[in-house]
Structure formats: C-alpha cells, structure tokens
C-alpha cells in the first residue's frame, strides 16, 4: 500500500521559512516515480508548486516560487522535501505531495497523494 505522509507545515510570519518533508512508503522501485509538490488555498484550485524525479532529475517550479522554494530527496529515506524561503502571505495553502511516473505539472497525472500539510503565513 502506497502511503505518502507530510508534515512541517505550521504557522511562519512572512519572510520566514519551512521545510516540508514527504515520506513515500510502498512504492516498488520508487526510484522510477517522480514526485510533486502541489499546493491548494482557500476557495481556489490545486495549483503546481515544483516536482522533479526521484534520481534528481528534471526540477521544475511554478513562476511564483522559482528562487524561494527548493524541492530535493533523501533516497535513504525515502523523504522528499520542499524548503520554502521567503514566504509571503499569498503562500498560505494546505500543501500536497504526490507521486507519479513523470514529473509533470498536471496533477491529474500522479497517482498517489498525500493527506496535505497546511502552511499558513501571516503578514
């Protein structure tokens, strides 16, 4: 059974910082899977966030975040992360991780999500 747990969100003041971690567990040859952040605000749809494959490979951000978010791994364990710098208010989401087999910002294409960890941040 595929599970992907999130956790690290939480309450930070603007131009603060977060570290989101996502630990896959289940995936058979899990280095094949690429996986994704996506990220949901109040009264608004699923928008993309970063993604990249497990081995490293293919990175990829939204506008919005390209130079304040960073999406890595930890293959020992099995952990992705998302650190997230400089925050800002328009950050404020429950944020998403899922796995899928190509690194797309379509997040019909992944088949596997996690439960989401809200990131609140306050001006």
């Known amino acids: 059974q595929v599970q992907l747990v999130e956790s690290g969100g939480g309450l930070v003041q603007a131009g603060g910082s977060l570290r989101l971690s996502c630990a896959a567990s289940g995936l058979t040859i899990f280095r094949t899977y690429a996986m994704g952040w996506f990220r949901q605000a109040p009264g608004k749809e699923r928008e993309f966030v970063a993604t990249?494959?497990?081995?490293?490979?293919?990175?990829s951000y939204t506008d919005s975040v390209k130079g304040r978010f960073i999406i890595s791994r930890d293959n020992a364990k099995r952990t992705v992360y998302l650190q997230m710098n400089s925050l800002n208010p328009e950050d404020t989401a429950v944020y998403y991780c899922?796995?899928?087999?190509?690194?797309?910002?379509?997040?019909?294409?992944?088949?596997?999500w996690g439960q989401g960890t809200q990131v609140t941040v306050s001006s």
């Open positions: 990249m494959r497990w081995g490293g490979s293919d990175l």
């Open positions: 899922a796995a899928g087999r190509n690194p797309t910002r379509n997040g019909y294409e992944y088949n596997y």
